[in-house]
Nanobody, 125 residues
Framework: QVRLVESGGGLVQAGGSLRLSCAASGGTFSSYVLGWFRQAPGKEREFVAAISWNGITTYYADSVKGRFTISRDNAKNTVYLQSNTLKPEDTAVYYC??????????????????WGQGTQVTVSS
């Protein structure tokens, strides 16, 4: 069983930055595609970013491209989301997720089997 725990959320002014972290335990971390998703109040969950199991390939939603960077440290079993130039519309609960081992990188939440509990990001204008 894979357990994911997010941290690093908080309140930040527009234009500011946050680095979200997601620590994993259980399973073989280096074999998972890892993704970040977010859900704002009253809206559906949406894809933010993903990184392949070997860290070579990354994939971003158009809304965050150029502002957010996903990375992973397999030695620390941790995935990060560096979020820069934050906007009020980035306000949401951010979730990290992991696929079963050695899957292709994907933006589809249905392909991720393991989810964290989420961390709140609030961007004030």
């Amino acid at each position: 069983q894979v357990r994911l725990v997010e941290s690093g959320g908080g309140l930040v002014q527009a234009g500011g930055s946050l680095r979200l972290s997601c620590a994993a335990s259980g399973g073989t971390f280096s074999s998972y595609v890892l993704g970040w998703f977010r859900q704002a109040p009253g809206k559906e969950r949406e894809f933010v970013a993903a990184i392949s199991w070997n860290g070579i390939t990354t994939y971003y939603a158009d809304s965050v491209k150029g502002r957010f960077t996903i990375s992973r440290d397999n030695a620390k079993n941790t995935v990060y989301l560096q979020s820069n130039t934050l906007k009020p519309e980035d306000t949401a609960v951010y979730y990290c997720a992991a696929t079963p081992p050695y899957r292709p990188i994907t933006s589809s939440g249905g392909h991720y089997d393991y989810w964290g509990q989420g961390t709140q990001v609030t961007v004030s204008s």
